[in-house]
């Protein structure tokens, strides 16, 4: 019965709904047509009732919408009144960084700033930075005062404010300005530490970048949430950020007197971090040494797990404990390496009979596989004064330099082995034979044939040894930025019989200049010519009708004032004798030069290339490079080119000419950097200021080249020798003259003869000649 009544009361409802609904659309269809006949009159700002109400029923009518769908003379207007005619935002152009890091967001590992004083930083800053700066990313030495110590160090920062209490601060600041997105991790400490920067380095690759680092090694306090200046406190990039942004609360708020209380309220104050010595399963540990603790007499007391030794009170504890944990990393790595190669020996057999032999060492990398005859590596035989083959086209040359050094190294560290292995029971005797060895997948080997005597029979006992020497991991060495934007000052002595091949030489220059891409003007002005004009005593000169060099001058001066600017000029020596070393020579130039010039010494043969100006351009680099290239001497044109003309353009093949490595002539390198060689070997040879001075400097000298002066004078500055394949020399004609030195004149002998042809070529000329006297 229920269920009943409750189906009636449900109908009852519905019904109801259905008929409102029904209602409804019948009022809507039958108040439409009158709607679109009303207009609005009310509507604000209505001033044309009727255009108002044709407006709104045009929009909402349908009957509007046929009508206009209709009306095939409707056209489209744009109205553009009050519109901008521009765009109102211009499109701005990206600016790329210059490094790909910066765009990627990439960082280095980690930055160390040491506190250090101007009393201290003479004498431990120095040692912290010996021993610490090869293996981090970054050091930084915080001074106090603004006033620079004088001290051979990078990185020292001085501030003006002298209060000692906001000094951590100001270290902060100077970070968070400069550094904040370039590191990892940064690493405070004061100088009176030692620090382990390479078991640091591998503790901080193994904590997660992504997550806050307050990591110290001592606490003076268990209960405390501050670290210790003295024991280190590492911070992550996200720590340092946010105390970045609350330095102003901590200055505010710094009103003790203990640097660890101030920095450490900060930090967690900032961050909210208090400071740990363990994260991530990895341990800061500092070890906290006596006042009185002497590292030869105590180092049973030192932990060996630790990475910080504090306090160190002068720079030779800094050396010792340095060389002591040097020992513990290397005899660690000792035997990690022998148990690296156990295992490897272990697993040998078992990769099958189709395997390699096992290389030697075990481990290291295998020699390479010729591919055919001519990648044959080539076995070295040496004595101890000599090497055989000294090149492809020599057989033998002095053992001397690196070369004797390097075989002397390897023959005391084989005699000491084996004097070790057999119980001092072996007497060094002689050298039998030496093979070495250069591959370039894996370093140098040698092998040995020593003889010694036994100390128990007297007789003499042959032993050979085989030395490997192995290639070490890469290093990418950092080098100032250079660029191709740079001046050259290009430097060309010129001697009477060499004025056709300068007249060429300055055709090509001057055509390069107005070519180029970059014009040689006053404002962008890239190219400098000097030409250096050595006369004879004997002949006529300046003022002279029969000038030898008059033809050259007028013809340089004609190319001045024909062409805007061109960058040109000429320096006049008379050197009686022998012709003036090249040192002189830049003597004599100074004064032409300013002292920031990159100068390249030039040859009249010299084929002109932009190319490879550019090359010096970046080869050379001021207080660390000086660049000397090996260039590509073309054989003797009448033996090369019997069946064909000479081309314009030297071509680099070997049917033409070949890389003389006898040639030490051109030469690039600063100014400044030629200055500084020169002042450290003015006590052998003096400065040559005029040119009477030029024969005192040729009879006294003991170095044969530029090359020589800077390897003898600056040991700081590197040397790069190579090939330089845009570096082409026509065949010198008459290059041996009388006026050069009697070691000069055999050397240009000796290059001469080698320079002649192909061996295959003078081989020719020789059966052709047998063949032309048969006849």
Known sequence: MSTILFCKLQRRQNAIFFVGLCAGVSVCLILTPVLDEISCPLLPGNQNPDSRASHYSQGRSLRSQLTLSNNEDFEPRINLAGKPKKAQKVPQNIVRPRYYSSELGLRQKIFIG??????????????????????????????????????????????????????????????????????????????????????LIET?????????????????????????LDGGILLSNSVMQKVAEGLDWCVRNAFSDNDDDNIGRCIVHSSGLPCTSTLQGQHLRSQKV???????????????????????????TIYKLHKYFCQIELNELKKAIASLQSAIAEMHPAIGEDSEALSWPVGSQPASKPQNRFDVLQWDY???????????????????????????????????????????KLQYRRLVNGYR????????????????????????????V????????????????????????LILPIEAYQIEDAARFIKEYTDLCTTSKVVCTERQEKMFLLLVLLYDPMAPGKGDNRDVFGGLKSNIQSMVQSQDSMPM?????????????????????????????????????????????????MNTILHKQVFSPVPFVEYHPDIVYQDSERPKELDIN??????????????????????????????????????????????????????????????????????????????????????????????????????????????????????????
């Open 114 to 199: 040491v506190m250090t004083t101007t009393s201290t930083i003479n004498s431990r800053g120095v040692a912290i930075n010996k021993t610490m700066a090869h293996l981090v990313d970054k050091v930084m030495f915080f001074n106090n005062g603004i006033n620079p110590p004088s001290v051979n160090l990078t990185g020292i920062i001085g501030f003006s404010d002298s209060r000692k209490i906001l000094k951590p601060f100001h270290v902060l600041k100077y970070i968070a300005d400069n550094y904040i997105d370039k590191f990892d991790y940064f690493f405070l400490i004061k100088d009176d530490s030692y620090i382990r920067a390479y078991d």
């Open 204 to 228: 901080v690759k193994k904590i997660s970048v992504s997550e806050d680092v307050h990591l110290g090694g001592f606490m003076r306090d268990k209960e405390s949430a501050f670290c210790s």
């Open 290 to 316: 006596k006042d009185d603790f002497k590292v030869d007499i105590n180092l049973a007391q030192l932990n060996t797990d630790s990475l910080v030794v504090f306090p160190v009170n002068d720079a030779a």
């Open 382 to 424: 040496f004595t101890e004064s000599n090497l055989y083959p000294e090149s492809d086209f020599g057989n033998v040359k002095d053992l001397t330099g690196a070369d004797s050094e390097d075989v002397k190294r390897v023959m005391n560290a084989s005699i000491s082995h084996m004097t070790q292995k057999y119980n001092e």
């Open 437 to 464: 060895r250069y591959d370039p997948a894996r370093g140098m080997d040698y092998i040995l044939d020593l003889a010694f005597r036994d100390m128990d029979t007297g007789l003499e006992v042959l032993k050979r």
């Open 466 to 489: 085989e030395v490997a020497k192995l290639l070490g991991q890469v290093e990418v060495v950092t080098m100032p930025y250079v660029t191709e934007n740079s001046r050259i000052h």
């Open 569 to 617: 000029a000429w320096l006049s020596i008379k050197s009686k004798g022998q012709r003036p070393h090249d040192i002189a020579i830049i003597d004599l130039t100074l004064r032409k030069l300013p002292q920031d010039a990159m100068i390249l010494i030039c040859s009249s043969t010299m084929n002109l290339r932009q190319d490879f100006l550019n090359r010096v351009r």
């Open 654 to 775: 070997k049917k033409y000419g070949h890389y003389d490595s006898t040639n030490y002539y051109h030469l690039s390198f600063y100014l400044k950097d030629y200055v500084a060689a020169r002042s450290k070997l003015d006590g052998k040879f003096p400065l040559v200021r005029q040119d009477r001075d030029i024969p005192i400097l040729n009879k006294d000298s003991q170095i044969p080249s530029l090359l020589s002066m800077f390897i003898q004078g600056l040991d700081e500055i590197h040397v790069l020798r190579a090939v330089e394949p845009c570096l082409r020399l026509w065949y010198p004609q008459d290059q041996c003259q009388p006026s050069l030195s009697p070691n000069q004149y055999l050397e240009c002998q000796a290059s001469k003869a080698k320079g002649l042809g192909t061996r295959a070529q003078l081989a020719g000329l020789i059966l052709q000649n047998l063949e032309d006297k048969s006849r």
